[in-house]
């Protein structure tokens, strides 16, 4: 089959199209026909070589690729019938990528418990963009696990995680406050933003003023770290989505990394956001698409950054066996 994949780490150009055997599903698994894989920054990490570490012991090619939609092909045996998968069913999934497998492939098998249904009104490229980073600020908000009425400060609030952790926490009873340039505000506000707080050097400070205390907690998608930690109260927690320094900060506050990882077969969370966008609470957003025979161009333009939504890779037309 089809996949895009790298030998070597590097830029944008170390992507290459590269040929692996065709996928079938094992027990509890079923088959995708990926149809569009959304491009996130953990893509730009494997193909860098910042997650060399955990690849020591793999074979390259190494396949980036966590959200993919498409449709399932085969179905393993063993599947929970209350699942509802059938082939046929336009689906998007979350995949734990290692190695050469990845969601940049023509063909990728996965739990079914990984995958729902495509939201309805949604296209095979407005999936592909939501469904990792969704999820992984599900997991954040989850982790924090803040009675209703706390305050949650967001970091990177306009970005794909950002957006996602102030709707969800919104929906949650939470008093979610952005970071954000101010062109994003009225987004952010509809998304359910209770403050709206532009971004810049002085953010943290900017932040007491308005909360004297401190916030209850950071959901710090923009990796600002321990420049943002003045703006806690006492005791707070920053979520981190990178590993990184773990030993706790001044004040009490703890920086609690989060890996999407830990629940890509959570079922129930995995299918309640996908109504979740059904029902308009979360939105779907494609900055670009670009052909996967094009994932040099279209990682160039990720690298490139200002975007408001998903760089989307289009596998309709890419030609393979299977």
Same mark, same amino acid.
């Given at each position: 089959m089809y996949a895009v994949g790298l030998n070597n780490y590097g830029g944008p150009e170390v992507l290459q199209r590269v040929e692996l055997p065709d996928p079938h599903?094992?027990?509890? %698994?079923?088959? +995708?026909?990926?149809?569009?894989a959304g491009i996130n920054p953990v893509d730009v990490m494997v193909r860098d070589g910042s997650l060399a570490g955990w690849f020591a012991d793999a074979k390259p090619p190494f396949v980036p690729g966590m959200d993919i939609a498409g449709t399932i092909d085969e179905v393993g045996e063993g599947i929970d019938p209350q699942l509802g998968v059938a082939? $046929? %069913? *336009? =689906?998007v999934g979350v995949v734990d990528n290692f190695g050469s497998y990845g969601g940049y492939s023509q063909y990728v098998c996965l739990p079914a418990a990984s995958v729902t249904p495509v939201p309805a009104g949604a296209s095979f490229h407005e999936a592909s963009a939501f469904l990792m980073n969704a999820l992984t600020a599900r997991n954040a908000l989850d982790t924090l696990h803040l009675p209703?009425?706390?305050?949650?400060?967001?970091? $990177? !609030?306009?970005?794909? +995680?950002?957006?996602?952790?102030?709707?969800?926490?919104?929906?949650?009873?939470?008093?979610?406050?952005?970071?954000?340039?101010? %062109?994003?505000?009225? &987004?952010?506000?509809?998304?359910?933003?209770?403050?709206?707080?532009?971004?810049?050097?002085?953010?943290? /400070?900017? @932040?007491?003023?308005?909360?004297? *205390?401190?916030?209850?907690?950071?959901?710090? *998608?923009?990796?600002?770290?321990? %420049? @943002? /930690?003045?703006? =806690?109260?006492?005791?707070?927690? @920053?979520i981190t989505l990178r590993p990184g320094n773990d030993d706790g900060l001044e004040r009490g506050i703890k920086p609690v990394f989060v890996n999407v990882r830990e629940r890509v077969t959570d079922h129930a969370a995995i299918a309640k956001? $996908?109504?979740? +966008? !059904?029902?308009?609470?979360?939105?779907?957003?494609?900055?670009?698409? &670009?052909?996967?025979?094009?994932?040099?161009?279209?990682?160039?333009? &990720?690298?490139? $950054?200002?975007?408001?939504g998903r760089v989307v890779l289009d596998f309709e037309s890419v030609e393979g066996r299977g």
């Open positions: 599903p094992a027990p509890g %698994q079923v088959r +995708v026909k990926v149809r569009a082939i $046929g %069913q *336009a =689906v209703p009425g706390s305050t949650v400060l967001v970091t $990177g !609030a306009a970005g794909a +995680v950002g957006a996602y952790a102030v709707g969800l926490g919104n929906a949650d009873g939470l008093r979610m406050v952005a970071i954000a340039s101010p %062109q994003d505000e009225a &987004f952010l506000r509809a998304a359910g933003a209770a403050e709206v707080i532009a971004r810049g050097d002085d953010v943290a /400070a900017r @932040i007491r003023q308005v909360f004297p *205390a401190g916030v209850d907690a950071v959901v710090d *998608a923009a990796s600002l770290g321990e %420049q @943002i /930690a003045p703006a =806690v109260r006492d005791g707070g927690t @920053i956001l $996908g109504q979740q +966008v !059904a029902d308009g609470l979360l939105t779907l957003r494609v900055a670009a698409v &670009f052909p996967a025979t094009d994932a040099v161009a279209a990682h160039r333009r &990720f690298d490139e $950054g200002g975007l408001r």
